[in-house]
């Protein structure tokens, strides 16, 4: 039984997530604040294998845009769609079709 004066010794350090994550995995402020972003704007039943998290990344950071344009909802379901056949864009034609859809838009 402890007594009331005795006491109780914890240690552990708070840090800072993003500081630790540059620090010990060497990644950007920029990479970071995708990767919440990502955890934010997707579902873990989202999440699929055959879907790179590179083509993940680029609907991510297009977020806002589309959103102005009411197309991110719809994008991302499109890009779930497109994994039920397997058949995912590369990363460049994928980050293309994007802006271009934005620009196309914007006019």
Known sequence: MRLFNEQIKNEFV??????????????????????????????RHEVLPNIPMSIYFELTIKKKKL??????????????????????????YYRQKLADMVERVKR
């Open 67 to 92: 959103d102005r344009i009411a197309r991110f909802e719809d994008e991302k379901n499109k890009l779930l769609e497109l994994a039920k056949t397997d058949v995912i864009p590369k990363r460049e």
């Open 14 to 43: 708070i840090t800072n997530y993003r500081q630790a994550l540059q620090r010990d995995f060497g990644l950007t402020n920029g990479y970071i604040r995708v990767i919440f972003d990502f955890s934010r704007f997707f579902d």
